[in-house]
C-alpha cells in the first residue's frame, strides 16, 4: 500500500512540473523599453495603426504579412501601416515567425502551450497547432529560448490590440536547410486548406550600414521579395552582412506564396536614419502584405435579396450601432437569419445624418457571414472613420443607414467595360488604393472619365494615372439600399 501511495505522489509530480515546464504564462521583459507602458502604449498603438477608415481591406485575401521588430520610437511607423491593413480581417491564429537573436540551435522552436502577458492583456497560445507544428522533425518544444527575445514580444501589444481573442503560435529559428523551409512551406500550405491563419514574419532588414548603403542594399533585398525570388535572397543573404535578421522566415513566406498563388505588396520601407538620430549606422525596417488574388466572377444581377431580408439587414446595422455607442458588447441578431444572408461576400455600410455623410465603411471582400459583416462594419463607421467624431448615444436616432452588398470584382481591360451607375471601382498603384461606391458617381452625376479620376484622387494618386501602365482598375457591382426605401 505505501509503495502504491509514493508512486501516486511520484506521478502527481511529475504531471505537475510537466504542466509547469509546458503550459505557462510568460512575462514581458521589453515593456518600458521597446515599447512603453500604460495609458503611453494605447495612446501610441491608436495612433499607428488608425489607418485611413475609408476603405479597411483593398488589397485582397491577405495570407501573410512582414513586420519589423525594433523598438517603436524607430520602427513602430511601418510596423503600425501593416496593423492598419490587417486590423478588420477574420483570422482565428496568427503564426508568428521570428529569428532567435540570444540562442543558437538547430531546426525551429515552438513555444508549447500557455500564454504570453502583454500590457493589454495576454494573448492565448493555439496549444494544438503549437503541438503539431512541433511534430515536425526539425521542430522542438522549448521555452528557454524565448527568454529575452524581442522580436516576438514586440508584435504582442500590436496583435492585442487589433484582435483581442485571437490565438497564437510563436516560433522562432534558429539554423535552418532550404529543404527544411520548403517542407514548412507545403506544411503551411496543407494547414490553410483546413484552419483560418495568418502567417506573420518578424524581421528587420540591412544592420548598421550607412544610411546611402543601406538603402540602396535594402531596395535590393524589397525587389527580391516583391518579386517572391526565394532562392536568391537565400543564396545572396550576407553580401552586405545580412539581409535580413530574419530572413529563413521570410524565405518561408516567400515559398508559401508561391503556392498559394499570392502575390507580395510592399506597403512602406523607412529605416533607423528616418526615424532617429543617426545616420552613419541604420537599420532597414519593411512592411509587405502577402495577398491571394481576389475573385473576378459574377455578378449581382445573379442575385437579389427581398425586401424582408435588407429590413433586417438595416435592422441589424442599427442595433450594433445603438450598442457600440453605449459601450455595451454587440447585440447579435441570430434567430430568423435566413441562408441568403449567411454567404461570405463584402459589403460597406454608409451613415449619413441631415444628409450629410457621417461615416462609411466597409470590406470588399469577407471571410463572415453577410449578416455579421454588416453588424461590425456600422459598428466600426460609427466609432472609427477617422474622418469624424465618434458617433455619441443621442445621435443614433438622427442617422440614416445605407448597406451596399459587393459582388465579387472584375478587372477592368477597357474602360468601355464600366458603365456608370451600375459598378463601383477600385483602382490601385503600388501601394495607393482607392474605391468608390456605384452610387457616388449616380449622386454627382460624373462620367466614366469623372468616376476614374475621382477614384485616383481617392488612392491618393495623380487624377490621371488610370491612363498609364501599372495602374490596375476593378469594377464591381452592389445591392444599395437604405432605410428611406421602407419609410411609409
Same mark, same amino acid.
Given at each position: 500500500m505505501l509503495k502504491k501511495k509514493i508512486l501516486f505522489f511520484f506521478l502527481l509530480l511529475l504531471f505537475f512540473f510537466t504542466t509547469m515546464l509546458f503550459s505557462q504564462t510568460k512575462e514581458p521583459e521589453f515593456s518600458g523599453t521597446f515599447y512603453p507602458e500604460g495609458?503611453?502604449?494605447?495612446?501610441?498603438?491608436?495612433?499607428?495603426?488608425?489607418?485611413?477608415?475609408?476603405?479597411?481591406?483593398?488589397?485582397?485575401? #491577405? #495570407?501573410?504579412?512582414?513586420?519589423?521588430?525594433?523598438?517603436?520610437?524607430y520602427s513602430g511607423a511601418v510596423a503600425g501601416i501593416v496593423y492598419s491593413v490587417l486590423?478588420?480581417?477574420?483570422?482565428?491564429?496568427?503564426?508568428?515567425?521570428?529569428?532567435?537573436?540570444?540562442?543558437y540551435f538547430k531546426g525551429i522552436a515552438v513555444y508549447p502551450s500557455g500564454n504570453f502577458l502583454t500590457p493589454l492583456g495576454p494573448v492565448i497560445l493555439d496549444d494544438r497547432l503549437c503541438k503539431e507544428i512541433m511534430s515536425l522533425d526539425f521542430a522542438v518544444g522549448s521555452t528557454e529560448y524565448f527568454d529575452h527575445e524581442h522580436a516576438i514580444e514586440v508584435q504582442l501589444p500590436f496583435l492585442k490590440k487589433i484582435y483581442p481573442q485571437v490565438k497564437i503560435v510563436p516560433v522562432l529559428f534558429g539554423d535552418v536547410s532550404y529543404q527544411q523551409i520548403l517542407e514548412l512551406s507545403r506544411y503551411l500550405a496543407s494547414l490553410s486548406k483546413k484552419r483560418n491563419f495568418? !502567417?506573420?514574419?518578424?524581421?528587420?532588414?540591412?544592420?548598421?550600414?550607412?544610411?546611402?548603403?543601406?538603402v540602396e542594399y535594402d531596395k535590393n533585398t524589397i525587389s527580391l521579395v516583391t518579386g517572391k525570388n526565394a532562392q536568391e535572397l537565400?543564396?545572396?543573404?550576407? #553580401?552586405?552582412?545580412?539581409?535580413?535578421?530574419?530572413?529563413?522566415?521570410?524565405?518561408?513566406?516567400?515559398?508559401?506564396?508561391?503556392?498559394?498563388?499570392?502575390?507580395?505588396?510592399?506597403?512602406?520601407?523607412l529605416n533607423s536614419g528616418d526615424t532617429g538620430d543617426y545616420k552613419d549606422k541604420v537599420v532597414g525596417y519593411?512592411?509587405?502584405?502577402?495577398?491571394?488574388?481576389?475573385?473576378?466572377?459574377?455578378?449581382?444581377?445573379?442575385?437579389? !435579396?427581398?425586401?424582408?431580408?435588407?429590413?433586417l439587414l438595416l435592422k441589424i446595422a442599427r442595433v450594433s450601432v445603438e450598442s457600440a455607442v453605449n459601450g455595451r458588447a454587440a447585440e447579435e441578431i441570430t434567430v430568423g437569419i435566413p441562408d441568403s444572408l449567411k454567404f461570405e461576400t463584402g459589403a460597406f455600410v454608409t451613415l449619413t445624418q441631415d444628409g450629410a455623410l457621417r461615416g462609411c465603411i466597409g470590406n470588399i471582400i469577407s471571410q463572415k457571414p453577410l449578416y455579421k459583416l454588416v453588424g461590425e462594419m456600422a459598428a466600426a463607421a460609427a466609432l472609427d472613420d477617422n474622418r469624424f467624431l465618434p458617433v455619441v448615444s443621442d445621435e443614433v436616432a438622427e442617422l440614416e443607414f445605407e448597406i451596399s452588398v459587393l459582388s465579387p470584382i472584375t478587372k477592368v481591360e477597357d474602360i468601355s467595360q464600366i458603365t456608370v451607375g451600375r459598378d463601383g471601382l477600385i483602382i490601385r498603384k503600388g501601394i495607393h488604393s482607392g474605391l468608390?461606391?456605384?452610387q457616388v458617381a449616380t449622386e454627382y452625376g460624373w462620367t466614366v472619365d469623372e468616376f476614374l479620376a475621382n477614384t485616383c484622387i481617392k488612392a491618393g494618386i495623380n487624377r490621371?494615372?488610370?491612363?498609364?501602365k501599372g495602374v490596375e482598375i476593378y469594377k464591381f457591382s452592389a445591392i444599395v439600399f437604405n432605410e428611406s426605401d421602407f419609410k411609409e
Open positions: 495609458i503611453a502604449l494605447v495612446n501610441l498603438l491608436n495612433e499607428l495603426i488608425s489607418g485611413s477608415g475609408q476603405v479597411n481591406n483593398n488589397y485582397g485575401n #491577405i #495570407i501573410g504579412a512582414v513586420v519589423p521588430h525594433a523598438a517603436y520610437r486590423k478588420n480581417i477574420d483570422i482565428e491564429t496568427i503564426i508568428l515567425f521570428a529569428p532567435s537573436h540570444k540562442y495568418l !502567417l506573420l514574419i518578424s524581421t528587420d532588414l540591412s544592420h548598421y550600414l550607412p544610411y546611402e548603403k543601406a537565400w543564396r545572396t543573404r550576407d #553580401i552586405l552582412g545580412p539581409r535580413a535578421c530574419g530572413l529563413s522566415a521570410l524565405v518561408v513566406l516567400l515559398e508559401y506564396s508561391k503556392l498559394r498563388n499570392a502575390d507580395i505588396r510592399l506597403l512602406k520601407y519593411m512592411g509587405v502584405v502577402s495577398v491571394t488574388p481576389l475573385k473576378e466572377e459574377g455578378d449581382m444581377n445573379k442575385f437579389e !435579396l427581398t425586401n424582408s431580408e435588407k429590413k468608390l461606391l456605384p490621371d494615372e488610370y491612363k498609364n
